[in-house]
C-alpha cells in the first residue's frame, strides 16, 4: 500500500523549509517477500546506505525499516498533491511531477553488505523468519560448542531411520560425513 502525504513543509534544519512530498510503501508484497530487480538489469557500482538503510541522493532520500520504505522528495513550494505522478509496480518506482521528467525512475543499486538493520525482537517477526533466525542462532550456538548443526542432526536420524528399516544391509565399512 503506498501513501503520499500532503506536501508539507519541514523545518529550517532538515531542507531549509522546502516542501517534501513523501511516499510510503508498507509491507513488501503479497507475502512479505521482495524480489531482487538488481538480477534482471545490468550491474551498477553499489552505493553507501545512510543512516536509515537507504540512500541520500541529489534529487531525494530514502529509508526503510522491516515494515515500510519512505522516500523523501524536495518539491517546488505551493505544489499540491494532486499534481505528483506516482507509479508502484512489482520491480520498478516512478515518481515525478506532472509535465516534468521523472524524478525516480527505477532504483539505484545499494551495498547490502553495509547496511545496518534496525534491532528487533524475535516476537517481532513474521512466523517464517523467526524460524529462520532460530534455527541460524541454534546451529551457531552447536558449531562454537563443536556439536551438530540441526541439518546435521536431521541427517544423523534420516541415517539411523535407513539402517533399522534395513538390517540386512551392511554399514560396516560405510564413511559417515
Given at each position: 500500500m503506498a501513501i503520499i502525504s500532503e506536501v508539507e513543509e519541514q523545518s529550517a534544519v532538515d531542507r531549509a523549509s522546502t516542501p517534501v512530498a513523501t511516499v510510503v510503501e508498507k509491507e513488501a508484497g503479497e507475502n512479505g517477500k521482495?524480489?531482487?530487480?538488481?538480477?534482471?538489469?545490468e550491474k551498477k557500482p553499489a552505493l553507501a546506505p545512510n543512516k536509515g538503510n537507504g540512500l541520500d541522493l541529489e534529487k531525494y532520500s530514502w529509508g526503510q525499516s522491516l515494515q515500510e520504505v519512505?522516500?523523501?522528495i524536495p518539491v517546488p513550494p505551493g505544489t499540491k498533491s494532486r499534481s505528483i505522478l506516482c507509479?508502484?509496480?512489482?520491480?520498478?518506482?516512478k515518481v515525478g511531477l506532472k509535465g516534468h521528467p521523472p524524478i525516480i525512475?527505477?532504483?539505484p543499486e545499494i551495498d547490502t553488505q553495509k547496511v545496518e538493520p534496525e534491532s528487533s525482537r524475535l516476537?517481532?517477526?513474521?512466523?517464517?523468519?523467526?524460524?529462520?533466525?532460530?534455527?541460524?542462532?541454534?546451529d551457531q550456538r552447536q558449531k562454537s560448542m563443536g556439536l551438530p548443526t540441526s541439518d546435521e542432526i536431521q541427517k544423523e536420524q534420516l541415517l539411523k531411520q535407513f539402517m533399522s528399516q534395513h538390517p540386512e544391509m551392511d554399514f560396516?565399512?560405510?564413511k559417515m560425513g
Open positions: 521482495t524480489t531482487d530487480a538488481a538480477k534482471d538489469e519512505t522516500i523523501n507509479e508502484i509496480k512489482k520491480n520498478h518506482l525512475d527505477g532504483d516476537s517481532e517477526l513474521d512466523l517464517e523468519t523467526r524460524s529462520t533466525v532460530e534455527k541460524m542462532m541454534f560396516s565399512n560405510a
